[in-house]
C-alpha cells in the first residue's frame, strides 16, 4: 500500500463562522447550559469586545458548550483536533473551526490564529490538548505564553469546573452533575502583554490553570449516585497501591479491584474512594494518579523505563475523511521515546520514530468509540497515527506519564528544567 493518500489541507484559511450557522452553534449549546444549570461567573470582562484570544481548560465535550455560550453572540474560531473533523470537515470549516495535529509545532496555526484575531473574532484555544485523565490541570506548552504575546490582544480565561465529574474521559457520558460553574476571567490586557516577561506570562496561566475536579465535587457536596461511577476508572488508576502490581486494576459497579492482591476500593457519591479492608491509601483520586507519575519519574531517573515491544494495530488519519488500516507491527516506548514500525496489506514498511525530544505530552484514548480499544495518538505534520496495543500488560495512561517525564528528564539534562506545569 503506498501511502499517497490525500492529505488534510492544514493551510486554508479559517472561515468566519456563516452567518446562518450562528444561530445553530448556541442552539446546539444552552439545552446542554441549561440542563446542568452552568454558572458563569464573570471577572474584569465587562464591556469586552473581540479581538481577545480564549484559554479553555478541558475535560468533555460540554467545554464547547459553555464556551460557546461565554462568548456569544460573538464569533469564533476554535482549535480542534484532526479527529474531530472525521465525515464533518465542511461543517466544521463553516462553524470556524481550525484543524490542528496534536502536539506538534505547527507555524500555520500560528498564522491562523493572527488572522483570527485581524478578522476581530475570538481565538479560542484548548491549550491542555487533550481531556483531563482525572479531572487536574494537564501539562501546557511552553509556547503559550510567546503566542499570547505575538497576538497582542486580550487574553481571557474559561475554566470550567464539574465536566469531567458528569462525563469523565475514562467513562463517557452524562451524570446529570448540576449545577456545574465556570470562570470567564480576563488574564492579560495588550499593554500587559507588552510590558510583562514571558515568564510571568506563563506563571499566571499556569495559576489561572489550576483546577481539581474532584476537590471542586467534594466541596460543593455534589453527589453522583450512578452505581457504575467507578467503572473505567482502573484506565487512570492502573496501579496498585496495596502490592504494587501493574495493570491488574479491574472495576465494577462502584468498585475498584486489585486483581493481584485482591484489595478493593468503594468509590463513595462524592468522588471520594474508602478502602473496604485495610487503610486507604488514597481517598482523593488524583493523589493516586500523582503517586503513579512519581513512579515513573523514578524509572525514568534510573533509566530503566520501557513499555516492552507490544504487538499493535495501526490506523492513519491523513484527511478527514476517515481511518485507514495502515497495518500490523511493534511499538516501542523507552528512554529514547516512541518507536513504530510494521508492515502494511501489500508488505511495505512503515515506521514512525518519536524522540524524547519531540514530545512533551501526548494523546492517548481510552476504547475510542467504544469499541476500538485503548491507544496512543502520535502525530506528524502530515499524518495521525491511532496505535492499537494487543493484550492487557500495558497501560497508555502509563505511556503518557512516561512521556511527560522523559520529556523533563531530557530539558533537565539539557539545563533548561521546566517551570512547574509547563513543558
Not at 455534589?222 to 496498585?240: F, S, T, W
Request: hydrophobic share 35%; charged share 25%; with cysteine.
Amino acid at each position: 500500500m503506498k501511502q499517497d493518500f490525500e492529505r488534510f489541507d492544514m493551510v486554508a484559511r479559517p472561515r468566519r463562522t456563516k452567518w446562518y450557522l450562528r444561530p445553530l452553534t448556541i442552539a446546539m449549546s444552552l439545552p446542554a447550559v441549561l440542563r446542568h444549570r452552568t454558572r458563569i461567573a464573570k471577572t474584569g470582562v465587562e464591556g469586552l469586545r473581540p479581538p481577545y484570544v480564549l484559554l479553555c481548560n478541558h475535560n468533555a465535550f460540554m467545554d464547547f458548550k459553555v464556551a460557546t455560550r461565554a462568548i456569544w453572540p460573538h464569533r469564533a474560531n476554535y482549535v480542534v483536533a484532526i479527529d474531530g473533523f472525521i465525515g464533518r470537515e465542511k461543517l466544521l470549516r463553516d462553524v470556524g473551526c481550525i484543524c490542528k495535529r496534536k502536539f506538534t509545532n505547527d507555524l500555520t496555526l500560528v498564522r491562523h490564529l493572527a488572522q483570527t484575531i485581524k478578522n476581530g473574532d475570538v481565538a479560542v484555544i484548548y491549550p491542555e490538548a487533550r481531556y483531563s485523565l482525572c479531572g487536574t490541570t494537564a501539562v501546557l506548552p511552553e509556547s503559550l505564553g510567546s503566542l499570547c504575546k505575538l497576538l497582542r490582544s486580550p487574553v481571557v480565561t474559561l475554566i470550567c469546573h464539574g465536566h469531567h465529574v458528569n462525563s469523565p474521559f475514562w467513562h463517557v457520558g452524562d451524570r446529570g452533575v448540576a449545577p456545574t460553574e465556570a470562570e470567564f476571567s480576563l488574564l492579560f490586557t495588550p499593554e500587559q502583554l507588552k510590558a510583562m516577561p514571558l515568564e510571568e506570562i506563563n506563571r499566571r496561566i499556569v495559576q489561572a490553570f489550576q483546577y481539581d475536579d474532584f476537590r471542586w465535587q467534594k466541596e460543593r457536596g455534589i453527589r453522583v449516585n450512578d452505581p457504575h461511577r467507578a467503572e473505567g476508572l482502573e484506565k487512570v488508576l492502573y496501579q496498585c497501591p496495596a502490592c504494587g502490581a501493574e495493570f491488574r486494576m479491574t472495576s465494577a459497579g462502584s468498585r475498584l479491584r486489585c486483581a493481584a492482591c485482591q484489595k478493593s476500593w468503594f468509590m463513595t457519591e462524592l468522588g471520594e474512594l474508602r478502602a473496604d479492608e485495610g487503610p486507604t491509601e488514597f481517598s482523593h483520586i488524583p493523589d493516586w494518579y500523582e503517586w503513579e507519575r512519581a513512579n515513573v519519574r523514578d524509572e525514568v531517573a534510573r533509566g530503566v523505563y520501557s513499555s516492552g515491544e507490544l504487538a499493535v494495530t495501526v490506523d492513519s488519519l491523513p484527511n478527514a475523511r476517515g481511518f485507514i488500516r495502515l497495518g500490523e507491527g511493534v511499538m516501542t516506548h523507552d528512554m529514547n521515546g516512541f518507536t513504530v514500525r510494521g508492515r502494511d496489506a501489500d508488505g511495505d514498511p512503515f515506521e514512525m520514530i518519536k524522540p524524547v525530544s519531540s514530545l512533551y505530552s501526548c494523546h492517548i484514548e481510552y476504547n475510542y468509540l467504544g469499541k476500538h480499544g485503548d491507544c496512543v495518538d502520535l502525530n506528524t505534520l502530515q499524518d495521525t497515527w491511532y496505535t492499537y496495543p494487543h493484550g492487557d500488560r500495558f497501560s497508555v495512561t502509563k505511556m503518557a506519564l512516561a512521556t511527560e517525564e522523559l520529556y523533563f528528564a531530557w530539558r533537565r539534562a539539557e539545563g533548561r528544567p521546566c517551570p512547574p506545569g509547563l513543558a
